[in-house]
């Protein structure tokens, strides 16, 4: 099982940028494929961007492709979620999870972190 502890969140204006970054410990961590979703209040949790073990595979959601960039640095064991030009509407909790592959982590992940807030202002 790997633990997962998110950081970054924050207050930020519209167009403003914010950096998540997500430290993981136990598990192999190369091997897993790494995912960020998010919950905004009333709704459901959702995919925003996921990398494969390697890092040289990601996908994203259509509300955040062009702004949001997904990383990792195997070496530290960390992944990363770049985002700018924020908009009112990326307001959510950020979770980051762990899987065995892209496929697996994009829908039933087996590991999660606890999340952080991210506000986004008009």
């Known amino acids: 099982q790997v633990q997962l502890v998110e950081s970054g969140g924050g207050s930020v204006q519209a167009g403003g940028s914010l950096r998540l970054s997500c430290a993981t410990s136990?598990?192999?961590?190369?091997?897993?494929?790494m995912c960020w979703f998010r919950q905004a209040p009333g709704k459901e949790r959702e995919f925003v961007a996921t990398?494969?073990?390697?890092?040289?595979?990601?996908y994203y959601a259509n509300s955040v492709k062009g702004r949001f960039t997904i990383s990792r640095d195997n070496g530290k064991k960390m992944v990363y979620l770049q985002m700018n030009s924020l908009k009112p509407e990326d307001t959510a909790v950020y979770y980051c999870?762990?899987?065995?592959?892209?496929?697996?982590?994009?829908?039933?992940?087996?590991?999660w972190g606890q999340g952080t807030q991210v506000t986004v202002s008009s």
């Open positions: 136990g598990g192999t961590f190369s091997r897993d494929a």
């Open positions: 999870a762990a899987g065995s592959t892209i496929a697996i982590v994009r829908s039933t992940p087996r590991d």
């Open positions: 990398v494969s073990g390697g890092g040289t595979v990601t």
